[in-house]
């Protein structure tokens, strides 16, 4: 189909793009837009339900042109320019706000959660539009109405009718401009919550976005499929969230931790509402209010659920791994690594000829200058040649790390519910990395239910991948992966520590293997083989120390006569005790 975008269209949007950027500031700087001549180019950008959107990633704009002429906004480029540049330099502004915001919506939809994106949203375009009508002096009201023109006049609550009514307030507009024409009272209070809400919280808005989320509530439930193809026509953040990277997001903000306030219950909307005018009453803030202790931690799912409204599309696992991955770091303890002998240090021993297919920057000039001040490559080029002699320090030598993770179904799932276990196998395998080692992580369930990185490697995305699966199965430890790791590691392989993340179920450690061997054998070679010990971080609900148990007495005996280290992990606290002893125990000090 040939596009109807002219070049004159073209090169109007494209002179409009400085203007639009000044109306926010003569400072304001973001690169140039693509403008799509065609609805074909705009979904190669991404751009696919609405005219407009936005990316974070790379502060980018999308228009599609030809979806602009058929909508009648050709002559609207600097208000629609400047509306998308607004979601760069307003609200949400940067990606860490645009997820916060989503989380703080979720807040106030409770079972309607998976509206949050459209609300955020929604409640955005207020604000911006609000900011570019009165002070930037646009015509935005005139975008409304032609998006309105030719459509039936709304005599039925809506969403949409709620979200035009709430602009009639804001820009103090006639009753019916925008196409609503409801004799509601109940309606008109929620209009006017609104208008009021978008003022108040105008320079705070994070905080006033559960509370639009709470007046928005009982339109979603009543929500018309047709209505909601409209919202989702100017849903110009959909993909916003695409490729940036969530930080921040584990922990719930205080605004979280609040119950969600209904605008009629806020005082700072509601005030002046029976003509009190006392200005000098001080306005309440979050300091003065009562809040929950912090530090609660938000679930991986409704991690996976924020990241997935602000338009990244990653699966359970890609979200897993960047949940644990967050929550680990500020954890991290000082990896143990072996002292070797004395450091080798490089030192200058002569020169030697540079030859064609040596690397051009070992080439001495200054020594290939002073031969001859015709360089001739290959004939009078040199380079510097290079021993080793002991340095003045002595040398450590990084500790490999053998990890082996249950996931049977006593196990949590940590895609779902957040896993301390595997918390802290992200911790040490994290740690680890971090000082030079390579990691092997093993996931393992039922009889030959079990799945391994290829070797020790350095791959985090990897690790973290494996730590953070799930099988659900029976309970068999992969005894033949102990036995085979470790059955032919050598003097001059590096030392290799063995950590176990499990419950009662590492006991089938101690079960023989496929070809009838003992599982304590195995376990007692592991550790002969490794020389860096082992280490047990176990979901244990009673004290395996002084418990009348199996699997007490197994690991009784696997701490006296093998030298197990045993630590239950149960909850943060516990995860914190152990990596601290973990190094402590490594390093002879307190971490």
Known sequence: MTSTVTSDLLGHWQKAWPQALAVWSQFTRLSDPRLCTSTVAAAKEGLSTSFAMIRLADQSVVVDLEAVRKLGLEGYAIEVLAHEIGHHVLAPANASDHFRLLACIRKGL??????????????????????????????????????????QRITKPGVWALYMRIYEH????????????IEDPLFETHAWLGARLVRV????????????????????????????????????TREAGID??????????????????????????????????????????????????????????????????????????????????????????????????????QQMEGLEAWELGDALEEIDWLASLSLSPQP??????????????????????????????????????????????????????????????????????????????????????????????????????????LRDTFSSRGEHERDCHILHISDDGITTMFSEDERGNSGWEVAAQALQRGRAGGTMALNLWQDWRSSDTQCSRDLQKAHSEQGWHIHMVNDLAQLVDFAREFSRRHYGERA
Request: aromatic fraction near 8%; include cysteine; hydrophobic fraction near 35%.
């Open 376 to 481: 001739v490559p290959g004939v009078t080029t040199m380079k510097r040649h290079y021993g080793t002699a002991p340095g003045p320090e002595p040398d450590t030598k990084p500790m490999d790390l053998d990890i082996y993770v249950d996931s049977s179904g006593s196990m949590p799932n940590p895609q779902q519910r957040i896993s301390y276990m595997a918390l802290a196998g992200a911790v040490i395998c994290l740690s680890a990395l971090r000082s030079g080692s390579r990691v092997q992580a093993t996931l393992w369930s039922g009889k030959n239910q079990f799945i391994s990185t290829h070797g020790f490697v350095r791959d985090e995305e990897a690790i973290l991948r494996i730590l953070t699966g799930h099988f659900g199965g029976a309970t068999a430890f992969p005894i033949h992966k």
């Open 170 to 181: 804001l820009w103090t507009l006639e009753r019916g401009t925008l196409g609503i024409e």
């Open 244 to 345: 940036c990277e969530p930080s921040g997001l584990v922990d719930y903000d205080d605004n979280e931790l609040q119950d969600p306030i209904h605008p009629v219950e806020d005082p700072l909307i509601n005030d002046n509402i029976t003509g009190d005018n006392d200005t000098d009453k001080p306005a309440p803030s979050l300091t003065e209010e009562k809040l929950p202790s912090r530090g609660q931690r938000r679930e991986p799912f409704e991690y996976g659920e924020i990241l997935r409204a602000a338009g990244l599309k990653l699966s359970n696992s890609d979200m897993a791994v960047r949940y644990y991955r967050e929550a680990a770091l500020p954890y991290l303890i000082p990896f143990p690594k072996k002292k070797a002998f004395q450091s080798l240090e």
């Open 110 to 151: 409770p079972t309607l959660e998976k509206h949050a994106a459209v609300v955020a949203n929604l409640y955005t375009d207020l604000l911006i539009n609000d900011r570019l009508q009165r002070q930037g002096t646009l015509r935005m009201h005139a975008i409304y109405q032609k998006l309105v023109r030719g459509q």
């Open 201 to 236: 919280y105008a320079n705070d808005w994070l905080t006033g976005g559960a509370r639009f989320a709470a007046l928005l509530l009982p339109y979603l439930h009543a929500a018309a499929e047709e209505e909601a193809a409209t919202l989702e026509h100017l849903h110009d």
